[in-house]
């Protein structure tokens, strides 16, 4: 064997360095025994950028951005298919990896409310799976899912034999899943603490038979997290689900032991401050209420002005301009949910998500007196 030093004193060894070396680069070292001058080089290695698009054999060989790399055996251990990611490489080879940072946001996060396995059409043949589902804007829909992937499943199964072969709601429901398009269809893969955080320090979540309380939005009993004030949170309760802030989960009455509301399970994808891991997207399921606390309080308004309709992705929205007894202001909800609000119309509302209303009431100026 030929021995290697390991570390390096630029200023009293025979070291050529390139220009420009920065911190935390990925480089080539070759050994001043291997050079014609007898100097050791270091030079600045490649990265290649892209999602793995195909592997060979257990990741022996991975394909991103269309070209082929051998990995270095004992090396980029966790790579995995579809996942995106910075490779050091070198000809052919690669040496090092790491998940692209904010390769994957908030943005590709939804929250599975129910999920039934499609037995009929094209749907059943493929073994896919149609969920009810609500995404971080407070939007919700109906769809396909096709694939999914965790630790366990790193290619992928169908999403009608996802866990034990056989379809089961409670793999699926109730919990916050990352989610990619193939075509039209949904690909989701599992949260995992250690496996897949999206670009998050971490994940953190309850089990069945867990106590979990909850105070001034920090988390205590079997799981310890806060939730930070801009956090999006999904909140299930008995009757419906809302997508609020972490600031409206903190200004909540305490849900302790012996509470008449309690806390079925919670969940957060994480960042720790300070040595506390602060929730940024969390999912909250709440057992004993209709109501998501703090979120059934009535607002009203008199629409001054036509509504104006928009349409962002497949959704209608319809913004009202109303008078709210100090000024106008503007509110946006979902077309479906403004019902048939017009200009002249006193309406009674409450906030759907912290960014979109829903109309429970429309009165008329004749009526306007009739509460009933």
Do not use: H
């Amino acid at each position: 064997t030929t021995d290697v030093e390991t570390s390096y004193d630029l200023k009293d060894d025979d070291v050529v360095l390139y220009d420009k070396a920065a911190k935390d680069d990925y480089v080539i070292l070759t050994d001043g025994q291997f050079t014609t001058d007898g100097n050791t080089t270091i030079t600045k290695a490649t990265v290649v950028s892209g999602k793995v698009d195909a592997t060979k054999g257990s990741i022996t060989d991975v394909k991103v951005s269309g070209n082929w790399y051998s990995v270095v055996d004992g090396t980029c251990t966790g790579l995995k298919l579809n996942k995106t990611y910075d490779l050091a490489v070198y000809g052919n080879f690669a040496f090092d990896c790491e998940k692209t940072s904010g390769s994957a946001t908030l943005d590709d996060v939804l929250f599975i409310d129910e999920a039934a396995p499609i037995d009929y059409g094209v749907g059943a043949r493929d073994n896919k799976v149609e969920a009810k589902v609500y995404f971080t804007d407070g939007t919700s829909k109906t769809i396909t899912i096709s694939k999914v992937y965790d630790s366990e499943n790193e290619d992928g199964v169908d999403a009608a034999t996802y866990g034990d072969g056989d379809f089961d709601a409670s793999d699926f429901e109730d919990q916050m899943w990352m989610f990619e398009m193939d075509g039209s269809d949904y690909e989701l893969t599992k949260l995992e603490d250690g496996e897949e955080t999206l670009s998050y320090d971490n994940y953190i979540a309850s089990e069945d038979g867990d106590d979990v309380y909850l105070k001034d939005g920090k988390f205590s009993g079997d799981i310890s997290m806060r939730v930070a004030d801009d956090a999006v949170m999904f909140v299930k309760t008995d009757d419906e689900i809302k997508v609020v802030t972490g600031k409206t989960v903190a200004n909540w009455t305490e849900i302790k032991a012996g509470s008449d509301t309690s806390i079925s399970s919670a969940s957060g994808l994480t960042d720790k401050t300070n040595g506390y891991n602060y929730i940024q997207v969390g999912a909250i399921v709440l057992a004993g209420t209709d109501d998501v606390p703090g979120a059934s309080d009535y607002n009203y308004g008199y629409v001054t002005d036509n509504p104006v309709t928009s349409k962002i992705d497949s959704t209608n929205y319809t913004t009202l301009t109303i008078w709210n007894g100090e000024k106008e202001i503007e509110v946006t909800g979902k077309t479906s949910d403004i019902k048939s609000a017009a200009k002249g119309d006193f309406i009674q509302y409450t906030m759907a998500t912290e960014q979109y209303i829903k109309v429970n009431a429309v009165k008329s100026v004749g009526d306007a007196d009739d509460t009933d």
